[in-house]
């Protein structure tokens, strides 16, 4: 297992890259973010548990939320119907481009990491009404992070709705494809709240703990099958870090999943989860220090998946 001080010096030798990124604030809330946090959590599939740096401070998952919430569909829908609606395949385009959604071949939003698809995927999660939807969505992911305290940080949930107009319009879009069924404003609600639960490192290396064993709880409870958390493991290889995804396959190799709260849920399958914190981003929206210390870690250890 990697040793605490090692961890702590990845850390250190990456923390001038904060420098070299931007918080996001196009949602307010996230603008306050501290530029130079930069936090580290790994754990093992032994339970041994290695932070460093910032792993404790709050930030909100914002679209890591979006392979926790498909595999929710997943369960709730199953997979053909799933991908009947939102497609497999990366899109190259930013999160929240709205442009393949007519012009492109699918007719479907690419795929389910990006805002288009991930919000299709919301309108797919049962439930009475909008509330108890969400309400699904939050225990599944307490759930699986085995954090029952978590909740929604309500003044980034305001901003996000407030400001969401963008992801707005694609939703209509959706739904005048024929996309989403019910009220979109009920969907978007799901989606919006979702991205505002707040979270820690520590949080989501024990959500890749989760996905790295296989959808088994460490308490051994199978939550999701096997293949439903291999269908989240790949897309977040093949899409999880946007239109920087093939970079860092290469760079990086270990699937994972970021948000422009700062956050990257990380899994070596059958190994260790990881969760990394550092709100400062580079220009595709992914966390610029976090990338950098897992390009390291990854390096040292060989822990691409495809070595
Ligand atoms: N809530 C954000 C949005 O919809 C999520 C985007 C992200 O983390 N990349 O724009």
């Given at each position: 297992?990697l040793m605490?001080?090692?961890?702590e010096?990845?850390?250190?030798r990456?923390k001038?890259m ?7 604030d ?6 306050t ?10 754990i ?6 290695v932070?460093?740096?910032d792993?404790?401070v709050?930030?909100t998952l ?7 919430t498909?595999m ?8 053909k ?13 930013a999160f ?21 698809g ?18 699904r ?10 954090n ?9 949930y ?39 639960i707040?979270v ?8 890749g703990?989760?996905?790295a064993r296989g ?10 099958s096997?293949?439903i958390?291999?269908i989240?493991?790949?897309l ?8 920087g ?10 699937p994972?999943?970021s948000?422009?709260?700062g956050?990257?849920?990380?899994v070596?399958?059958?190994k260790m ?6 709100p400062?981003l ?8 976090g990338?950098?210390v897992l390009e ?6 060989k ?5």
């Amino acid at each position: 297992m990697l040793m605490k001080s090692f961890l702590e010096g990845v850390i250190n030798r990456n923390k001038y890259m904060c420098e070299l990124g931007k918080v996001a604030d196009y949602i307010p809330g996230l603008s306050t973010a501290n530029k130079n946090h930069l936090g580290i959590c790994i754990i093992d599939t032994s339970g041994e548990i290695v932070i460093a740096g910032d792993a404790d401070v709050k930030f909100t998952l914002q679209s890591i939320s979006k392979p926790l919430t498909l595999m929710l569909a997943l369960l709730d829908q199953g997979e053909k119907y799933v991908f009947s609606k939102v497609g497999m395949e990366p899109s190259g385009d930013a999160f929240n481009s709205i442009r393949k959604l007519e012009t492109g071949r699918m007719r479907k939003p690419f795929n389910p990491m990006i805002n288009a698809g991930a919000i299709e995927v919301c309108s797919m999660i049962k439930g009475k009404s909008s509330a108890e939807k969400f309400e699904r969505v939050l225990n599944f992911i307490k759930l699986i992070s085995g954090n029952n305290n978590l909740k929604v940080n309500e003044d980034i949930y305001k901003g996000e709705k407030e400001t969401g107009n963008k992801n707005r319009s694609m939703a209509y879009f959706l739904k005048g494809e024929g996309l989403i069924s019910g009220d979109v404003e009920d969907v978007l609600d799901v989606y919006f709240k979702q991205c505002s639960i707040e979270v820690t490192a520590i949080d989501l290396a024990k959500i890749g703990l989760f996905l790295a064993r296989g959808g088994v709880l460490e308490n051994g409870d199978r939550v999701v099958s096997e293949h439903i958390a291999t269908i989240a493991k790949t897309l977040m290889m093949t899409c999880g870090m946007y239109d920087g995804s093939g970079e860092f396959a290469i760079k990086v190799g270990i699937p994972s999943k970021s948000g422009v709260g700062g956050g990257i849920l990380s899994v070596i399958p059958g190994k260790m989860g990881i969760g990394v914190f550092g709100p400062s981003l580079d220009l595709k929206g992914n966390s610029i220090g976090g990338i950098a210390v897992l390009e390291e870690i990854a390096e040292n250890f060989k822990f691409s998946i495809f070595n």
